[in-house]
């Protein structure tokens, strides 16, 4: 059930303070810009499962965990970004505890390159979704590239590299999907990329920001010469419901 954007507005973080909305960027999306792409209550909100799989909850509380535990199937499994690690539940089984440095940028540099870059459509997916399986960006679903605008790179006809935008906040977009088919690697087509989805962000007013592994040190370089800083060090949780 989808609730009014009223009863979901203005929600403190995990810890009960208020903070940052990008402390808590899923929820936030999911109870504002990017409602019409989730399912939930006001206590737990999740992505559709064809478009990504993300989930946040209000507050690290038993009651919040209760309202998760519908909308993740037996099978199924969520991911959720928060600034503290994610407590041991009843409900729950944590498979994936990493940490991820949260980027934003205020500029950008250009792009190293002239290049042909496309706006890709609903009618690129498959190959987009090809492109996810060779290069292993992160999760990418079937109508993930509806979540924002997505640009591509071919050679000879082929998708080869790509970026997009996936959640979004007021004031905020998120930039995602940045991958190239490793045997078109080092030739510069993600730093171009993310310039080009990065520079868009910024002309409409917003904030771009990323998450990066905090162990994926070359990315992380890469960013920080496009114009991106480390905002903060997030955790990462992927959960699935208990047996």
């Not at 559709?48 to 209000?58: E, G, H, K, L, Y």
């Not at 790509?162 to 930039?175: L, V």
Request: hydrophobic share 40%; aromatic share 6%.
């Amino acid at each position: 059930m989808t609730l009014p954007h009223t009863v979901l507005a203005a929600v403190p973080s995990q810890t009960g303070v208020e903070s940052h909305p990008l402390d808590n960027v899923i929820w936030h999306a999911l109870s504002g810009r990017q409602i019409h792409f989730s399912l939930g209550d006001d206590r737990a909100r999740r992505y559709t499962a064809d478009v990504a799989p993300f989930a946040a909850i209000r507050d690290f509380s038993p009651a919040s965990f209760a309202s998760l535990l519908p909308l993740v199937p037996r099978g199924d499994r969520v991911g959720m970004f928060t600034v503290t690690p994610v407590p041991q539940t009843e409900h729950f089984e944590i498979l994936v505890a990493k940490t991820t440095h949260q980027m934003i940028a205020t500029r950008v540099a250009g792009p190293m390159r002239r290049r042909g870059v496309e706006r890709l459509d609903d009618s690129s997916v498959p190959e987009m979704l090809t492109l996810v399986g060779e290069s292993q960006p992160g999760p990418f679903a079937a109508r993930t590239n509806q979540l924002g605008d997505y640009v591509g790179i071919r050679v000879d006809g082929q998708l080869i590299a790509m970026t997009g935008e996936r959640m979004k906040i007021d004031g905020f977009t998120e930039i995602s999907a940045v991958c190239t088919h490793p045997d078109h690697r080092r030739h510069g087509y993600a730093h171009d990329l993310v310039s080009t989805v990065t520079q868009a962000v910024l002309d409409r007013g917003e904030r771009p920001f990323l998450h990066v592994f905090s162990y994926n040190l070359p990315a992380i370089a890469l960013y920080e010469r496009l114009g991106y800083t480390i905002r903060r060090t997030m955790h990462v949780t992927v959960l699935a419901a208990k047996s």
